[in-house]
């Protein structure tokens, strides 16, 4: 079974810097994509940065774009992301996610969050302004 769990969340003032980090196990298929979802209060869960396994390439949703960088390690078997300047906005549960058999970041993150294969257990990020 895929297993994802996500930790490094916190509380951090606006502009300060936060990284989450998703150890992740137990894929069947080499291709796979793994990310980023976050849900606000009263909001829906987004995608907000996708890696894909078979050649690392990567989606940002355009709030977080120039902002937060994903990256994979596969040796260490966990995707972070770096987040920075961050913002009152960016205060949301984050969860990392997963899905096997697909190439494209940019299709990952846009599924719906009942589409999504896995997920493991939220972490909360708070940026105070």
């Known amino acids: 079974d895929v297993q994802l769990q996500a930790s490094g969340g916190g509380l951090v003032q606006a502009g300060g810097s936060l990284r989450l980090s998703c150890a992740h196990s137990?894929?069947?298929?080499?291709?796979?994509?793994i990310g980023w979802f976050r849900q606000a209060p009263g909001k829906e869960r987004e995608g907000i940065a996708c890696?894909?396994?078979?050649?690392?390439?990567?989606f940002y949703e355009d709030s977080v774009k120039g902002r937060f960088t994903i990256s994979s390690d596969n040796a260490k078997n966990t995707v972070s992301l770096q987040m920075n300047s961050l913002k009152p906005e960016d205060s949301a549960v984050y969860y990392c996610a997963a899905e096997e058999v697909i190439t494209r970041a940019g299709a990952f993150c846009r599924r719906s969050a009942g589409a999504v294969d896995f997920w493991g257990k939220g972490t909360q990020v708070t940026v105070s302004s």
């Open positions: 137990g894929f069947t298929y080499d291709d796979r994509a």
């Open positions: 890696i894909s396994s078979r050649d690392d390439n990567t």
